[in-house]
């Protein structure tokens, strides 16, 4: 009973953490949006667009990258089950540090760079992680012996991967053609919820792994 208490308390605590990082990633866009408000900011045309935005002496600036450099901490420590998943988060956590640590251009009109590194930073991020969601999330699904959840899983991460990879890209375009406005804010902050979604399956996913080889030791299966 001990050992299975501690191993009890090791899953809890990763859990967690898991769903801690799930819960920063989704209050990240509406944290920015609500405080901004309650200081008197106005919705910005973009996420990134909060690193610059000073009303009256209140900046976002260090809640932005405060909330950045707290999910790509995480992202860089946490160790992926395959070594390619792993590089991959390692990838995506230093990318989410880099778009928080190279701020995108600002108050330079027509003359604002199309491709700037705050924008490879950004695509990297969800790049990496599409990558992870569609490819890799999926490597954990054979140790289940449920076959119905394993396709529910599946084609989960296969839409949330998806959406990953569609988004940003949706982003990039309404900038590019139409200019900054509302949408990219609303594509951008979709996206991150789209991500803490993922993180949010993923860890009920491993969860029930844990279940699952809890209750085959009670019935000795």
């Known amino acids: 009973m001990d050992n299975e208490k501690l191993k009890r308390h090791m899953f809890m605590t990763y859990f967690t953490q898991r769903a801690g990082m799930a819960a920063i990633a989704f209050i990240f866009p509406f944290f920015l949006w609500f405080v901004g408000l309650s200081q008197g900011i106005e919705l910005q045309d973009s996420m990134s667009a909060y690193y610059h935005k000073i009303v009256e002496g209140v900046s976002m600036r260090d809640w932005f990258v405060g909330f950045l450099c707290a999910i790509g901490v995480f992202l860089y420590l946490y160790k992926g089950f395959s070594n390619a998943e792993n590089i991959l988060l390692n990838i995506a956590g230093i990318s ?114 844990f279940e699952e080889r809890v209750v085959k030791e009670r019935l000795k299966i």
């Open 96 to 209: 989410a540090v880099g778009v928080a640590m190279v701020p995108m251009a600002w108050e330079c009109g027509d003359q604002c760079p199309t491709i700037t590194w705050h924008g490879v930073f950004a695509i990297s991020l969800f790049l990496c992680l599409a990558i992870v969601c569609v490819w890799l999330a999926k490597d954990t699904l054979k140790y289940l012996h449920n076959q119905d959840r394993v396709k529910y899983y599946k084609w989960l991460y296969n839409l949330l991967g998806l959406l990953m990879i569609g988004l940003p890209i949706s982003a990039f375009l309404v900038l590019t053609l139409s200019g900054q406005s509302w949408v990219v804010f609303a594509i951008e902050a979709s996206g991150v919820c789209t991500f803490a979604a993922y993180w949010a399956v993923k860890s009920v996913e491993l969860s029930s792994h």
